[in-house]
């Protein structure tokens, strides 16, 4: 998409002056020239970095993203949400044979016992990985309709379930979103998210705040402690009323059930029975579609 045309102005522009006041390109030289304090403050990445100018990256974080979602049209996304770690099927079926060849080989390693139990597994998840792939497929071919707005996957931007929701848009054609994060261990961007539409934050409150910016419904999938992070963020900004209602779809019913006494919280006077009712367990896909479809509707 190409830029927005800026209005005519009479002052110079911030990349005009940057130009302008670098020392090395107007051929000059002298110790004041080469000062830090001399360089331009929105030049000087030293400044940029002190603890002081915190607030500063803050509002950066919260503005770069909101000016090129808007250009490129970005205004209503579903967030899909689940563990890293998951793969696809094919993947978890060709590491659940290695594995047990592997214990075949040599029947009394535990070692290998436990990663061959680990790779049975992964075929479950794996299933996750391939509904979490549809659902996207199908939120971004279907909308866009008279009646349904245009509606973007927006994702966390790493591997797992992460990859299968932005893989799931590219195979239709749709741009989709990735918010990545910096971590200790370095997280890459998966390869099917649009580009122009990667992002990458420092702050994690400011990552947050874009998931939800312009969010019509949340859908999570099996995951740790980041999928609950991010779960129960929207979980509380509804109840509280922070924000509006939107539907918040947990996959994998008996997962989410074992993981979490929903009920406990209910009973110990934690939460009002009234707040069960903020998410839903769904399994199936086309459900799925059918649940955000009708929520636009009666929005």
């Not at 830029?3 to 030289?29: I, M, T, V, W």
């Not at 803050?58 to 993203?65: A, D, Q, V």
């Not at 008996?254 to 839903?280: A, P, T």
């Amino acid at each position: 998409m190409s830029k927005r045309k800026q209005p005519g102005h009479l002052f110079h522009s911030a990349a005009d002056e940057r130009r302008f006041a670098n020392p090395e390109n107007n051929g000059l030289e002298n110790e004041q020239l080469n000062s830090p304090a001399y360089r331009l403050a929105f030049d000087d990445m030293d400044f940029l970095l002190r603890d002081e100018m915190r607030p500063v990256r803050f509002l950066l974080e919260l503005s770069k993203p909101e000016i090129l979602l808007t250009e490129h049209g970005v205004n209503h996304s579903v967030v899909m949400f689940g563990s890293a770690r998951t793969c696809d099927m094919e993947q978890a079926i060709s590491n659940r044979d290695a594995a047990r060849q592997a214990l075949e080989n040599d029947s009394d390693n535990s070692s290998l016992g436990e990663a061959y139990a680990k790779a049975e597994a992964a075929i479950r998840h794996a299933e996750y990985y391939e509904q979490a792939r549809e659902l996207a497929s199908l939120v971004s071919a279907r909308s866009g309709c008279d009646d349904c707005p245009k509606l973007h996957v927006i994702t966390g931007g790493g591997p797992g379930v992460m990859e299968a929701a932005n893989r799931g848009a590219s195979e239709v054609g749709s741009e989709s979103v990735g918010l990545n994060i910096v971590l200790p261990h370095e997280q890459q961007p998966n390869p099917y998210i649009t580009p122009e539409l990667c992002f990458q934050f420092h702050y994690f409150a400011m990552r947050k705040m874009h998931f939800m910016l312009r969010a019509r419904a949340l859908v999570a999938f099996p995951g740790g402690f980041g999928t609950m992070d991010e779960l129960f963020e929207t979980l509380t900004l509804i109840q509280t009323g922070k924000i509006k209602h939107l539907p918040v779809l947990l996959f994998g019913k008996d997962y989410w059930q074992k993981l979490i006494n929903f009920d406990l919280l209910v009973e110990e006077g934690m939460i009002n029975r009234e707040d069960l009712s903020i998410f839903q367990f769904v399994d199936d896909v086309e459900r799925a579609w059918d649940i955000i479809r009708e929520s636009l509707e009666v929005d």
